[in-house]
């Protein structure tokens, strides 16, 4: 929807522009409903390429702040995000004019994170069985529920 519609149709935040290596969304996501709560006759082409427009001027200069900083010698984008022509276009745009390769996953292998958990969840419930529900977060859980386990 956001390649039919105008991306200067509406000029969303920019997120921590501050802070040039994290990332929140929360206050364009507010500020989009605002902005069609206002706006109710905006078209839905315009919104999303404004959107997108936001999006992808945060994530290329943040990008780019950080390979700046720490002197990275190339750029990989991968990921459900990847797949986003705009953002592909414009981070190899900005990694040429400074001499950085930038890897680009394929498109058919840029899936969200969601689906490979997902199948990642149910490969162990096939080989495992289910897991208790007292199972708390824990970021060094490998994928069989061992400590590093694979």
């Known amino acids: 929807m956001a390649t039919e519609g105008?991306?200067?149709a509406f000029r969303f935040p920019r997120a921590l522009p501050e802070r040039?290596?994290?990332f929140s969304f929360s206050g364009?996501?507010?500020s989009v409903v605002r902005t069609v709560e206002k706006h109710p006759d905006a078209t839905t082409a315009d919104v999303c390429a404004s959107f997108q427009r936001a999006v992808t001027d945060v994530l290329v200069a943040k990008t780019m702040a950080a390979v700046d900083a720490v002197g990275a010698?190339?750029?990989a984008l991968a990921g459900g995000v990847a797949a986003n022509r705009e953002l592909r276009q414009r981070l190899e745009?900005?990694?040429?004019?400074?001499g950085v390769p930038c890897a680009l996953a394929g498109r058919a292998y840029c899936t969200d994170n969601a689906a490979m958990v997902a199948a990642a969840g149910a490969h162990?419930?096939?080989t495992t069985g289910a897991m208790t529900?007292?199972?708390g977060p824990d970021p060094a859980l490998g994928l069989l529920?061992?400590?590093g386990g694979s």
């Open 6 to 8: 105008d991306p200067t």
């Open 20 to 22: 040039p290596f994290e």
């Open 28 to 30: 364009l996501k507010t």
């Open 73 to 75: 010698r190339s750029v």
């Open 93 to 98: 745009d900005a990694c040429a004019s400074v």
């Open 124 to 126: 162990v419930l096939t």
């Open 133 to 135: 529900l007292r199972l």
């Open 145 to 147: 529920g061992a400590k």
